[in-house]
């Protein structure tokens, strides 16, 4: 039973990471595993080798805390290959309910994740807004085209795979601005292996070095760390706003147009412009699924302090 809780939350970030603007990170932050994701992958490093001999792979797999890993990255990998047709469908048939169910979602995780910050200063503050504007301007860069090659796939998988790892930043959305997210979901739609194969060496490659720099960032300055990627996940709202006019267009891999560049509007202006309904209600059940849902996943999560459900024992020396 707890590894499939564990699985269920890597599909529910696998889901996330799937959608241009949601991050797998606040995912894992809101469902309670970023810390030993993070504490997990770090132990991947040279220092294995001498468990390997010591201990055996069967000591290494434990060491890294193993069973914990494969759950959550079959969980992601099962959700990215199973969902990814799904996700993409809703996107275009019912946008602005999904769009309100992931906005709902992200402005109480910020709360959530303000809520584990003690304390206010000058810095803290100022991280905050650091992180906002830094989001902020992210989701304001216009998308570029590289050149589909495997060493850009190897490279915006390096890239992607850390933005899945920080709360607030889309790997997805870090993929559509570098103009290779069609060619990366096309590619897990129609199982293409050479293009899954490099991509996923860049992720490995990505995430063994990225993992490192924030697991020692949370260890060493946590509340200041977490008010940082709070920010982030603020700043990123506007990104995921529901209701978008779309200035630009742009062709994806099955010769479809597809929304390239958009800006918000309120719902009123959303209907003048689109001629579109706002589907107003449907949106705020939406918001309050999102709400509720990680509401929920708080209070099971506060039944459980103190159990060793998603805690790996680790050793002390890292």
């Known amino acids: 039973m707890k590894y499939l809780l564990i699985y269920l939350k890597g599909m529910a970030m696998g889901a996330a990471d799937v959608v241009p603007g949601v991050s797998g990170g606040t995912i894992a932050f809101i469902t309670g595993i970023l810390d030993t994701l993070l504490d997990s992958i770090r132990r991947i490093n040279p220092s294995l080798i001498k468990v390997v001999r010591e201990q055996g792979v069967k000591g290494a797999f434990n060491h890294v805390n193993g069973p914990f890993l494969v759950c959550v990255f079959g969980g992601i990998l099962t959700s990215i290959f199973s969902l990814s047709k799904l996700i993409s469908y809703l996107l275009v048939a019912h946008p602005i ?33 650091l992180g906002i504007l830094f989001a902020w301007g992210i989701t304001m860069l216009n998308p570029i085209s590289l050149e589909m090659s495997y060493l850009n796939i190897f490279i915006g998988g390096s890239i992607a795979i850390c933005a899945m790892l920080l709360p607030g930043i889309s790997g997805s959305f870090i993929l559509l601005l570098l103009g290779l997210y069609p060619s990366v979901l096309a590619a897990a739609k129609n199982l293409d292996i050479a293009v899954l194969a490099v991509f996923a060496t860049g992720c490995i490659f990505g995430l063994l070095t990225f993992s490192h720099l924030l697991s020692a960032l949370l260890r060493k300055f946590h509340d200041a760390t977490l008010i940082f990627l709070t920010g982030l996940m603020l700043g990123t709202l506007g990104k995921i706003w529901p209701w978008k006019e779309v200035l630009t267009w742009r062709e994806n891999s099955a010769g479809e147009q597809v929304p390239l560049l958009e800006q918000n509007l309120s719902p009123m202006h959303f209907e003048q412009v689109t001629g579109q309904g706002a589907h107003i209600s449907w949106a705020v059940a939406a918001l309050i699924a999102g709400i509720l849902l990680v509401w929920g996943m708080e209070k099971v999560a506060k039944r459980n302090v103190g159990s060793d459900t998603d805690k790996p024992k680790l050793n002390k020396e890292i």
């Open 97 to 129: 309910p999904v769009w309100s169910f992931f906005f709902g979602l992200i402005l109480i995780s910020v709360v959530h994740m303000l809520k584990q910050v003690k304390g206010c200063s000058v810095i803290r503050v100022a991280l905050f807004a």
